[in-house]
């Protein structure tokens, strides 16, 4: 392929075949099992699990447990439980 072909459109039965292979890969064995008190949660995941708007975690990230990667915020499941369970003690 020379370099003016290096940007012509993929064709779409290409894109399908390799939408394909990205799929049959994720159903492979190329995961890694990851503990599930160990998963990083999205703000969103995390309003879902406490029933809570958006805007509530995002207010209260101070009480929160965060994990910051670069300019994301990322919660691990097992300091939301444990955040939840000392709110119960108070």
Known sequence: MNRKDSH???SSSHQE???????DNSAGQNHVFVP?????LTVDEVAEILRVPRSWVYS???????VRLGRYERFRRSEIDLFLDQQKAC
């Open 8 to 10: 012509k459109p993929l």
């Open 17 to 23: 075949d390799v939408s394909q292979q990205r799929n």
């Open 36 to 40: 599930a008190d160990n998963v990083l």
């Open 60 to 66: 209260h990230q101070d009480q929160l447990p965060t």
